[in-house]
C-alpha cells in the first residue's frame, strides 16, 4: 500500500489523473499528518477547512479533466503570502489577526493551477533569520536528528524553516518560500529537501509582506527537483503589478530535467573556500558533487568571485536599511497591533506599538538599518555597500561570460545545529548566509539539492547558481547531482 | 564604528521603536559589533563604481492612466484598530 | 521670446539698524491632473466618502507595491516644457521615510537626486509691466499624503487617505525673489502656464497648490544668505505675501536685537498675521532618502518628450510678444489679457480684423468689470467674443455712438442678443441724415430764443448746451459731430 504523505508531487499528479486516489483523500492524508506531527510546529496556522474544500473542487475539475499542472497537490505557503481571507502574520506580533482582503500573486498562480492549501508555515518573524528562532509562533523544529544525540532538537533553518520542515516531515508535498538571503536554500539545505531561489523578478513580489525588496523572491521548496520544477512553473510569471516582475515567458521547467550535464561547464569559485576554513567535512560533500557532474559528463572549471568575502557585509547593510523602511507601515493605525496607553499620543502609540510589536532580531535589523540610511552615514555605509554590490554582480557576470554554465557551491557552511546551541552572536548567526547571499546580492537563480549525509547523519545539500532566468540549466544541474547522489535518507523522527 | 547608548537611543526615535533604558547598553554593544565587522567594506576600492539599486535588468514599467481600483472603503478599513464612519482613528495630533 | 528684464524694483524693509533685504524661494505643490494616482488605480476626484478612493497600495496593505501611472509623467515633463527646463531622461524615485498619522507606508515616494525635471526660467510679469525673471531649479514627482481631520473628536483624529498617493509635481524655485509682489506675481504665473498646459487646475483655495515659502533676510549689501525659514502650506497668493512680510519682519527683529534665527518650519496663521513654529514637524528630521527598491529608474527616450512638445499650446509669455507685435497692445494690456488662455483666446477672436487697442480696452476694462461683478469666467460670458466684436465694428462705423454704445453693451449683458439686433430693434442707429439733426436743431432754437440772441451776442460756450439738448431730443442717436456743425452753421450763421 503506498502512503500518500510519501509521494513527490509528479507521483501525485500521476495517481490522481490516474484516479488511483483522490485529491481529497491525499488532503486528507496530510491533515492527518499534521495532526500527528503538531510538535514541529511547521505550521502556524493549518487550514484544514479549506483544505478540504479546495481538494474537493481539484476532484471536480479532475472530473471533467480540466486538471492544472498542481491540481490537487496539498501544499504549505509560507506566512509571508498574504492569503484573502486567511491570517498573515509574517511571524510577527505586529500584524496581530491580520486578515488580508487581498492574494498574493503566487499563491494566487498556486490555487488556479489547483493546488491545495494545507495551512500557513511557520517562519522567521518577518524572514529575518537563520533558525527560524525569531517566529513569534515558537521554534520550529527539523525533523532530522543527529545520530550521536537522537533527542536533541535541530533548529530546520530559516527563515522559511515551517515550509522546510513541512515538506521534509511529510506534511506537505511541498511549499512556498522566500529567499532574501539564503531564506530558501539554507533550510532546504538543513532539512534535506530540494529548494529554489529563480532569478530575481521570475516571481512577483505581489502580496508577499516585504523584507528587502531589492532581494525579495520567492520560491518553490519540494522534495525533489522535478516537484520544484513544477511548481516554479505554477507561481512564476510575469505580473504588471510588481515594477520589478520580468516580462518573459515561462518556461516549461521540466522539459529540459533529463537532458544530463554532458558538456557544460561548472564553475568551482576558489573563494567559496574561505581563508578561516571550511569544514573539512563540508568540502569533502562539495568535492564529492562535483565528482557526480564530472562524471556525468560536465567540465569542472576553476573560477574566481573576489568579492565573495564582502558579500555578507554588504548584504547585512542594504537588507536592513530596505527593511526599515518597508517596515515603517506597521505603525498600529491601520492593521495588527495597537499599543496605546490612557492619555498616549501618537508618537508613544508608534514607539509602543513598534517596541512591543517587533521582535529582537527585527529591531535590531531596524535600528542596523535606520542608522545606515541617516544623515552623516549614508554614504560610509548604504552608498558603499551598494558599490560593493556591483562588484559581487560583476564577478558573476565575469564568470558566466568566461563560458561557465552553472556554479557549484555548498549551500550551507555546516548541517544543522541544535535547537539550544543556536549562535547567540548576531554577526556569528549571518555566516549561515556566507554561501547564499552573494546570488541573492547579483540576483542569480540558486538551487539547494541535498546530496550527503553529513557523519552525523544530517543532510547538506550543495548549491547550484545560474545565469539570470536560466532556471532550466540549474534544474538540469541540479537533477543530474540528485540522481547521482540518490539521496533517500529520510528524517529521523519520521521513524519513531 | 561604536555606538553608544545616546546614539542608539536617538536611532530608537528616528525609527519609533521604544527601547527600555536598561536594553540601550547591551543593544549598543550588539549594534557595535554588527558594524564593526560591516566596517571590512572599507577595504574594497569602490572608485569609479556605480552603485547598484537594482539587479533587474529593465526599465521602470508604468501602466495607463485609467481608474481600477479603489471603491471599498470597508475593505479598507476592515483590519484598522481603531476606525468610525470609514475614518481611521488615531490619537488627537496636535499640530 | 526673451522678455525685457528690468531691474528689480527695489523692496526694503527699514529695521533699526538700517535696510534690510528679503530673500524668497517658493517650493510650490501642484496636484497632477490625471485620473488615477500616481502609483495605484483609485481615483483623483474630490469630495468622496473617506477612504473610497483608496487602494490597498495606498492603504500600504503588506506586500503592496506601487506601479507608476504614465499620464503623471508626461504631465510632469509637459510642465518642464513649458517652463523651459532641463527634462531628464532619467530620474530615479526615492523613499522619504518619516512616521505621520497621514502617510501610511511609513515614506512618501519621491525624487531627491535624479528628478525629472531640472532647471527652468519663469518670467514674472509686474504690476507696473516690467518683467523679472525667475529660476526654476528643480520639478520633482511625489505622493500626496492623506488628510487628518482633528475637529471631530475630543481625544482622536480621523484619517482619511482619499487623497493619498494622488501625485504631486514639487515645483521648487530658486531663492530669486526679492519682494512680496514678486512672490505673488510668481505663483499667480505658474498657475497661468499649469492651467494653459492642463497639467493642474492652480486652485489654491482647494489645495491642489500649495506653496511652501523660505523666507531669510539680510542687509542691503550682504551678498550671502542668511539662516531661512520654510513656512509651510500656504493656500493663497494674499496669504504668502503676507506671510513674506511678517516672517521677514520677525526675523529682522532677532537680528537686531542680537539674536540668531534657526532655520526651522513654520506655519501661517492668517487670522492672527502671524508664523509660528511647527513643533510636530520639528523633532528628528532625518528623512533618509534612498532609491525606491520597488522601482526602477524612471527612463524614456527623446521622442518621448518630443510627442509631448508637439501638443503644446502657446504659453502666456509668447502669446504676450504676440499680442504686443500683432495688435499693438501695451506690455501691461498684454500680460493682462495673457493670464488665462480662455480670455486670451476670447480677446483674440474679439480683436481679429479689428483695432487691437479698441479690442483690448472693451475687454479689459469693460468686459472683465461685467464678469467680475458677476462673478463668472470668461466660459459664462454673457457677451460672446462674436458679439462684442460686432459692438466694436457698429461704433468703427458709425453706426452707434460710443456712448450708444455703452448701452448697447448693457443690453447685451443683459439679453445676450446680438448689437446689431439690438440697434436695429431698438431704433438705436445713429442719426446722420441732415434733415433729422436740423429739424430737431430748429426745434431747440425754437424754444430758447434767448439763448440763441446770448450765443449770437459773443457767448459761444452756450452752443455746448444746444449740443446737450439737440442729442437729448434724438435720444442720444444724432452723430455728435455733425449736431455741433450744424448748430454752429444755424446760430452763428
Ligand atoms: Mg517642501
Ligand atoms: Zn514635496
Redesign the interface.
Given at each position: 500500500m503506498i502512503t500518500l504523505t510519501d509521494l513527490t508531487i509528479a507521483e501525485a499528479r500521476k495517481g490522481l489523473d490516474a484516479k488511483t486516489f483522490t485529491a481529497a483523500e491525499l488532503t486528507d492524508a496530510h491533515i492527518a499528518a499534521m495532526e500527528a506531527r503538531a510538535d514541529l510546529n511547521a505550521y502556524v496556522l493549518p487550514t484544514p477547512d479549506r483544505a478540504r474544500e479546495m481538494a474537493a473542487a481539484s476532484d471536480a475539475r479532475i472530473a471533467k479533466g480540466k486538471a492544472g499542472a498542481m491540481e490537487g497537490i496539498p501544499i504549505a505557503m509560507k506566512d509571508l503570502?498574504?492569503t484573502d481571507g486567511t491570517r498573515?502574520t509574517?511571524g510577527s506580533k505586529i500584524?496581530g489577526n491580520?486578515v488580508?482582503?487581498?492574494e498574493?500573486t503566487v499563491s494566487a498562480n498556486l490555487w488556479s493551477a489547483g493546488a491545495v492549501l494545507l495551512g500557513k508555515a511557520n517562519l522567521d518573524e518577518f524572514a529575518m533569520g537563520s533558525t527560524n528562532q525569531t517566529s513569534a509562533f515558537g521554534d520550529v523544529v527539523n525533523p532530522w536528528t543527529r545520530t550521536d544525540e537522537p533527542t536533541r532538537k535541530l533548529v530546520p533553518g530559516g527563515s522559511s524553516g515551517g515550509s522546510a520542515a513541512a515538506v521534509a516531515g511529510r506534511i506537505a508535498l511541498g511549499a512556498t518560500g522566500t529567499d532574501t538571503g539564503g531564506s530558501i536554500r539554507q533550510p532546504a539545505s538543513f532539512c534535506g529537501i530540494v529548494g529554489l531561489k529563480p532569478t530575481y523578478g521570475r516571481c512577483s513580489?505581489?502580496?508577499?509582506?516585504?523584507f528587502?525588496?531589492?532581494l525579495d523572491q520567492a520560491g518553490p521548496m519540494a522534495r525533489t527537483v522535478e516537484d520544484v520544477a513544477i511548481m516554479l512553473g505554477a507561481m512564476a510569471g510575469h505580473d504588471?503589478?510588481?515594477?520589478?516582475s520580468a516580462p518573459i515567458a515561462v518556461p516549461d521547467f521540466t522539459a529540459a530535467l533529463e537532458q544530463g550535464v554532458k558538456g557544460l561547464k561548472v564553475g568551482i569559485p576558489r573563494e567559496y573556500r574561505p581563508e578561516e576554513g571550511l569544514s573539512p567535512e563540508i568540502d569533502a560533500i562539495w568535492t564529492r558533487g562535483m565528482e557526480m557532474l564530472k562524471d556525468a559528463g560536465a567540465e569542472p572549471v576553476d573560477i574566481s568571485l573576489p568579492h565573495t568575502k564582502y558579500a555578507l557585509a554588504t548584504y547585512y547593510i542594504i537588507a536592513p536599511?530596505?527593511a526599515?523602511?518597508n517596515?515603517?507601515?506597521y505603525?498600529g493605525?491601520?492593521?495588527g497591533l495597537r499599543v496605546l496607553d490612557e492619555g498616549d499620543g501618537?508618537?508613544d502609540m508608534?514607539m509602543k506599538t513598534r517596541g512591543a510589536g517587533f521582535g529582537a532580531e527585527v529591531k535590531r535589523r531596524i535600528l542596523i538599518g535606520?542608522y545606515a540610511?541617516?544623515?552623516g552615514y549614508?554614504d560610509a555605509y548604504?552608498l558603499k555597500a551598494q558599490k560593493v554590490r556591483s562588484l559581487i554582480a560583476r564577478d558573476f557576470k565575469a564568470a558566466f561570460d568566461q563560458g561557465v554554465d552553472v556554479i557549484l557551491t555548498p549551500a550551507t557552511p555546516s548541517a544543522a545545529f541544535p535547537l539550544d546551541d543556536a549562535p547567540s552572536d548576531p554577526v556569528t548567526m549571518y555566516l549561515n548566509d556566507v554561501f547564499t547571499v552573494p546570488t541573492s546580492l547579483a540576483g542569480l537563480p540558486g538551487l539547494s539539492v541535498p546530496v550527503a549525509l553529513t557523519e552525523a547523519g544530517l543532510p547538506q545539500g550543495l548549491q547550484l547558481i545560474g545565469r539570470p532566468f536560466d532556471e532550466e540549466t540549474v534544474l538540469r544541474a541540479g537533477r543530474a547531482l540528485e540522481k547521482a547522489a540518490a539521496f533517500t535518507a529520510t528524517p529521523s523522527l519520521l521513524e519513531g | 564604528m561604536s555606538l553608544d547608548k545616546e546614539t542608539v537611543r536617538?536611532i530608537a526615535?528616528?525609527a519609533?521603536v521604544a527601547v527600555p533604558d536598561d536594553q540601550l547598553d547591551p543593544l549598543a554593544g550588539e549594534l557595535s559589533g554588527i558594524l564593526n565587522w560591516i566596517e571590512q567594506l572599507g577595504e574594497v576600492d569602490t572608485s569609479d563604481v556605480e552603485p547598484m539599486?537594482?539587479v533587474?535588468d529593465?526599465?521602470?514599467?508604468?501602466?495607463?492612466?485609467?481608474?481600477?481600483?479603489?471603491?471599498?472603503?470597508e475593505?479598507?478599513?476592515a483590519n484598522a484598530p481603531?476606525s468610525?464612519?470609514?475614518?481611521?482613528?488615531?490619537?488627537?495630533?496636535?499640530? | 521670446m526673451d522678455a525685457p528684464m528690468d531691474d528689480a524694483p527695489t523692496y526694503l524693509l527699514t529695521g533699526d539698524t538700517g535696510d534690510w533685504e528679503v530673500v524668497i524661494g517658493l517650493e510650490v505643490h501642484c496636484q497632477v491632473i490625471?485620473?488615477?494616482k500616481l502609483f495605484?488605480?483609485?481615483?483623483t476626484t474630490f469630495g468622496a466618502?473617506?477612504?473610497?478612493?483608496?487602494?490597498?497600495?495606498?492603504?500600504?496593505?503588506?506586500?503592496?507595491?506601487?506601479?507608476?501611472?504614465?499620464?503623471?509623467?508626461e504631465q510632469a515633463v509637459r510642465t518642464g516644457l513649458g517652463l523651459r527646463a532641463q527634462i531628464n531622461n532619467r530620474s530615479?524615485f526615492a523613499?522619504k521615510?518619516y512616521?505621520y498619522?497621514d502617510l501610511?507606508?511609513?515614506?512618501q515616494i519621491s525624487q531627491y537626486e535624479l528628478p525629472v525635471v531640472g532647471e527652468g526660467t519663469l518670467i514674472l510679469d509686474m504690476p507696473d509691466g516690467s518683467s523679472r525673471s525667475v529660476g526654476i531649479e528643480r520639478l520633482h514627482l511625489e505622493q500626496d499624503a492623506g488628510k487628518?481631520?482633528?475637529d471631530?473628536?475630543?481625544?482622536?483624529?480621523?484619517?482619511?487617505?482619499n487623497r493619498s498617493g494622488v501625485a504631486l509635481m514639487e515645483i521648487v524655485s530658486k531663492p530669486d525673489m526679492r519682494s512680496p509682489e514678486e512672490a505673488g506675481a510668481y505663483l499667480r504665473k505658474l498657475r497661468s502656464i499649469l492651467r494653459y498646459l492642463g497639467t493642474c487646475d492652480g486652485n489654491m483655495e482647494e489645495g491642489s497648490m500649495r506653496a511652501d515659502v523660505n523666507v531669510s533676510v539680510r542687509p542691503v549689501g550682504e551678498t550671502g544668505l542668511r539662516t531661512r525659514c520654510e513656512v509651510k502650506n500656504v493656500n493663497s497668493v494674499r496669504f504668502v505675501m503676507q506671510a513674506i512680510e511678517t516672517e521677514a519682519q520677525r526675523h529682522i527683529e532677532i537680528w537686531e536685537s542680537g539674536g540668531e534665527v534657526s532655520q526651522e518650519t513654520r506655519?501661517f496663521d492668517p487670522a492672527k498675521g502671524e508664523t509660528r513654529s511647527?513643533r510636530?514637524k520639528e523633532?528628528?528630521h532625518?528623512y533618509?532618502?534612498?532609491?525606491d527598491?520597488?522601482?526602477?529608474?524612471?527612463?524614456f527616450d527623446d521622442a518621448f518628450v518630443d510627442a509631448i512638445r508637439a501638443t503644446l499650446p502657446e504659453l502666456p509669455d509668447d502669446k504676450k510678444a504676440r499680442f504686443i507685435a500683432d495688435f499693438g497692445l501695451t506690455p501691461y494690456d498684454a500680460s493682462v489679457l495673457v493670464v488665462d488662455w480662455r480670455e486670451a483666446d476670447f480677446f483674440e477672436r474679439v480683436a481679429k480684423g479689428r483695432d487691437g487697442k479698441t479690442a483690448a480696452n472693451w475687454v479689459i476694462s469693460t468686459l472683465f468689470g461685467t464678469l467680475n461683478k458677476m462673478g463668472v469666467g470668461v466660459e459664462d460670458s454673457p457677451v460672446s467674443a462674436e458679439n462684442l466684436g460686432k459692438l466694436i465694428d457698429l461704433i468703427a462705423d458709425d453706426t452707434i455712438s460710443g456712448r450708444i454704445a455703452k448701452d448697447v453693451y448693457e443690453i447685451m449683458v443683459e439679453t445676450g442678443e446680438a448689437p446689431d439686433t439690438i440697434v436695429e430693434e431698438r431704433g438705436l442707429k445713429q442719426v446722420k441724415d441732415t434733415g433729422a439733426i436740423e429739424a430737431a436743431i430748429d426745434a431747440v432754437m425754437a424754444a430758447n430764443p434767448d439763448k440763441v440772441a446770448e450765443v449770437q451776442g459773443g457767448k459761444e460756450k452756450l452752443l455746448g448746451w444746444f449740443t446737450g439738448q439737440v442729442m437729448k431730443a434724438t435720444q442720444g442717436k444724432a452723430n455728435p459731430g455733425m449736431v455741433n456743425e450744424l448748430l454752429k452753421k444755424k446760430i452763428l450763421g
Open positions: 503570502f498574504c498573515t509574517a500584524l491580520f488580508p482582503p487581498y498574493s513580489r505581489w502580496g508577499i509582506v516585504a528587502a525588496s531589492s504588471p503589478k510588481d515594477s520589478t536599511a530596505e526599515s523602511s517596515l515603517a507601515r505603525d493605525v491601520r492593521y501618537l508618537n508608534y535606520t540610511l541617516s544623515a549614508y548604504y | 536617538k526615535v528616528l519609533r539599486a537594482s533587474a529593465m526599465t521602470l514599467p508604468w501602466r495607463d492612466d485609467v481608474v481600477t481600483d479603489g471603491g471599498y472603503p475593505r479598507v478599513t481603531d468610525q464612519d470609514g475614518f481611521y482613528l488615531v490619537p488627537k495630533v496636535v499640530e | 490625471s485620473h488615477a495605484s488605480g483609485a481615483s466618502a473617506p477612504n473610497s478612493q483608496v487602494s490597498l497600495v495606498d492603504a500600504a496593505m503588506p506586500g503592496m507595491l506601487p506601479v507608476i501611472n504614465r499620464a503623471c509623467v530615479v523613499r521615510n512616521f498619522a501610511p507606508q511609513g515614506y487628518s481631520l482633528h471631530q473628536h475630543p481625544t482622536k483624529s480621523f484619517i482619511d487617505l506655519l511647527m510636530s523633532e528628528a532625518d533618509r532618502y534612498f532609491p527598491p520597488d522601482l526602477l529608474p524612471l527612463e
